[in-house]
């Protein structure tokens, strides 16, 4: 029941394989859901439990460590062979005196890994600073490397059935952007708003089903608009005030992500010039997006359009985006920024997302795309980019 057959899992761990040979790395541990799912098709709402994926380089398949109730789980949803299937025992989970880590270590030392490289995401949400310490305790003989980034680095190219998810993604999200900008209104709580956004999001479309987005819905109005990443609450929208929505859509883990400004009443004309400056600046910053170019380079087309009208943006302009779980679905490896000199390769996903906070409203405008093997970007999200007016 995997999302995809196992000669796509296969060439994914080659990459990663090629990724530790190079750093020195004989063992890779990954504990990010993400790196987890990537791997081995994993899928399931047990992260809040200590689990492991671990790579060796002499191993064709890698193991799946676990809770021994979600062992059913990872035999459901990825291509493992159950030898290749690890459950630890229930008084591992949330006890004082067992950690999984300890496990993980007795497991590997079983199976001849204990004086190997091991490498390790230090830097995941999911792996813990006592995971960490209870790993090192219990493989003294091993040496640790700073891993965290090497299966995120893999997994941003994608592959051609990646790219059928990350269309499909984009599809929910497109419809769910409409959802969303036909329930807001002056009067209509955020919340409300929300729960129309969120059902054309799980409902999907007719032919891409949709999984829970990574990040939750941003619907700001008014002063709210100022301060990016706030979730909802019960107020509700006033008129002549600004607002915006950024959403994702997830299909199969894959994400898309899309956010669009609204005005409540008679825009001023201020505002309809400097969204005027924000869509050129994303029209131009897009057309940039070739394959050979680095991402400094691409956000630098940008800047020079919204310097001319005086404006400026101290944050990044957009990041790669793909498979992911709660708190992110970008890959936390190449940014839209200065300094990043990352070239861009086809079949990268990003989403370029101008964001434009202010003392007291914000703006924002995105789009989702693909790096095409020559000329401009695909473009897979689908909805107009002017300001929408709702009087």
Same mark, same amino acid.
């Given at each position: 029941m +995997?999302?995809?057959?196992?000669?796509?899992?296969?060439? =994914?761990?080659?990459? %990663?394989?090629?990724?530790?040979?190079?750093?020195?790395?004989?063992?890779l541990v990954v504990a990010d859901p993400a790196s987890m799912n990537y791997l081995t098709g994993y899928d399931g709402w047990s992260f809040y439990v200590h689990q492991f994926v671990v790579v060796t380089d002499d191993r064709e398949e890698p193991l799946w460590v676990g809770r021994a109730m979600d062992a059913p789980g990872a035999a459901l949803t990825t291509f493992l062979n159950d030898e290749s299937i690890v459950p630890y025992p229930e008084t591992y989970v949330d006890s004082p005196e067992r950690h999984p880590a300890s496990f993980l270590a007795e497991e590997l030392i079983r199976r001849g890994r204990g004086r190997k490289p091991v490498g390790v995401e230090l830097d995941s949400w999911y792996y813990t600073a006592k995971t960490h310490a209870e790993l090192v305790r219990g493989l003294p003989d091993a040496c640790f490397a700073d891993a965290t980034r090497l299966v995120a680095w893999a997994r941003i190219v994608k592959s051609p059935a990646e790219i059928a998810m990350m269309r499909g993604a984009a599809a929910i999200v497109s419809r769910a952007m409409a959802a969303g900008m036909?329930? %807001?209104?002056?009067? %209509?709580?955020? #919340?409300?708003? %929300?729960?129309?956004?969120?059902?054309?999001?799980?409902?999907?479309?007719? !032919?891409?089903?949709?999984?829970?987005?990574?990040?939750?819905?941003?619907?700001?109005?008014?002063?709210? +608009?100022?301060?990016?990443?706030?979730?909802? +609450?019960? !107020?509700r929208y006033q008129a002549d005030t600004v607002g915006y929505l950024e959403l994702g859509g997830c299909h199969n883990r894959y994400h898309a992500a899309l956010a669009r400004t609204v005005y409540f009443g008679r825009p001023p004309e201020a505002l309809r010039r400097f969204s005027g400056v924000v869509e050129e600046g994303l029209d131009t910053a897009l057309g940039a997006a070739r394959a050979g170019v680095t991402c400094e380079e691409v956000e630098a087309a940008w800047r020079r359009v919204i310097a001319r009208a005086g404006y400026e943006k101290a944050s990044r302009i957009?990041?790669?985006?793909?498979? #992911?779980?709660?708190? !992110?679905?970008?890959? =936390?490896?190449a940014s839209l920024r200065q300094g990043d000199r990352t070239v861009l390769r086809p079949d990268m996903c990003f989403h370029m997302i101008l964001g434009m906070w202010q003392d007291d409203w914000g703006f924002e405008l995105s789009e989702t795309f693909r790096v095409t093997e020559a000329g401009a970007p695909e473009i897979l999200t689908d909805f107009p980019r002017t300001l929408v007016v709702k009087d």
């Open positions: +995997s999302a995809f057959p196992r000669g796509e899992y296969m060439g =994914r761990l080659a990459r %990663v394989k090629r990724a530790m040979a190079e750093a020195g790395i004989e063992t036909e329930a %807001v209104a002056p009067g %209509v709580r955020e #919340n409300d708003a %929300v729960a129309a956004i969120m059902a054309a999001q799980i409902g999907g479309t007719a !032919d891409f089903w949709g999984d829970y987005p990574a990040a939750l819905p941003s619907v700001p109005t008014g002063a709210k +608009s100022a301060a990016p990443h706030l979730t909802w +609450s019960g !107020d957009g990041y790669s985006i793909g498979l #992911n779980y709660p708190p !992110d679905w970008g890959e =936390r490896t």
